[in-house]
């Protein structure tokens, strides 16, 4: 059941053979023009000098379930709604290539120019794993991405322009590459969208290609709202490193922001429930446990709970455990006082130990019949065996930052409501 709730996590992108109909990718679209028109020639010509980009968020974790970001893309631009993920590198739209599988989306497929990516370009390779990049066609890069909640986009990697707003106060217009999905599978947590934002540490990521063309450094935040919306952040100019607690990306994950092995800490107690390996994951909505730290977990919530006035409910089924009260629940603030505050350890052992610190607020939902539901879920039930995912519900009202140039994680409390416009803006 708790399948229903995983979103878009840990990417696995292959190579694989792809045989179109008829003609290769291009040859459907030779003759369209690429190009960049003179406004956004002369403005890449103009600053090269790193700066950032701020992209507000739609969405929330419940009701909706998902976030999404605009980006205007192609010539002439078009909107498009993405789904932020950090989770995963590439960034994929539902392309009319035409579409062999596409689910509904909530603008018309993008259509693609004639830019391809090739096959032995350094960025196609990254997308596949070692040994398994083949050329069966040395002019287009193929790709298939698999998710965990089952979805999937087959397509090739084609370059196009991303109309963005940098915090210098230019426009500009690079040349990023995407992928172009024609053949889509829609997975458990389904919702309608027009494609994916990878914001992961690999080459193809958005951020990664910015950053390779001197727009930005390799650095992405977010600040996700408990009352909906937010923003991400491509770069670094906006925030005050010093004010965030920092704790080193582990060399054992070379695909996904995680610190390494953590320890569960309830009510500031030790709990013995060590080595979880912990991933954060903007593309999921809810944080996911292993089925052993998990039970544990829930067994501790029960008996803190026993003498309470809630009684476990199984007539809710927004989440898979939930308790009533003696009349239904408005906000979480009623009910914060029944939980105690959970935290993760990492670095355990070390001078530099950080603790993410998860109040009832970052792990509890109030659901639509005015229970309160624990946003924390089982993981290996959904298929993520032993790995454990730090999801949207534990990072808002957090300003989270992924520096890939210092392969360091930081978080700090954050006032997501409000965009930062400059570095004299305070998150706090």
Partial sequence: MAEKWLRLMLVLVMGCSVTLTSASFGDRYRGRKAFLPAEATSSLAISRAPSSVVLPVHGNVYPIGSYNVTLNIGQPPKPYFLDPDTGSDLTWLQCDAPCVRCTEAPHPYYRPNNDL????????????????????????????????????????????????????????????????????????????????????????????????????????????????????????????????????????????????SAELIFDGKTTGMRNLHLVFDSGSSYTYLNSQAHHFLTLWLKRELNGKPLKETSDDRTLPLCWKGRKPFKNIREVKKYFKPIALRFAIGRKDAAQFELSPEAYLIISSKGNVCLGILDGTEVGLQNSNIIGDISMQDKMIIYDNDKQMIGWTPGNCDQLPKSRTFSFW
């Avoid at 001197?214 to 992405?220: P, Q």
Wanted: proline letters at 6%.
């Fill in 117 to 260: 990516v090739v096959c032995r370009d350094p960025l196609c390779a990254s997308l596949h794993a070692p040994g398994a990049h083949k050329c069966d066609n040395p002019e287009q890069c193929d790709y298939e991405v698999e998710y965990a909640d089952g979805g999937s986009s087959l397509g090739v990697l084609v370059r196009d322009a991303f109309h963005l707003n940098f915090t210098n106060g230019i426009q500009q217009a690079p040349h990023l590459a995407l992928g172009c999905g024609y053949d889509q599978l829609p997975g458990s947590s389904y919702h309608p969208i027009d494609g994916v934002l990878g914001l992961g540490k690999g080459k193809s990521s958005i951020v990664s290609q910015l950053a390779s063309q001197g727009l930005v450094r390799n650095v992405v935040g977010h600040c996700l709202s408990s009352r909906g919306g937010g923003f991400f952040i491509f770069g670094d100019d906006l925030y005050d490193y010093s004010r965030a607690v920092w704790t080193p990306m582990s060399p054992d994950y070379s695909k996904h922001y995680s610190p390494g």
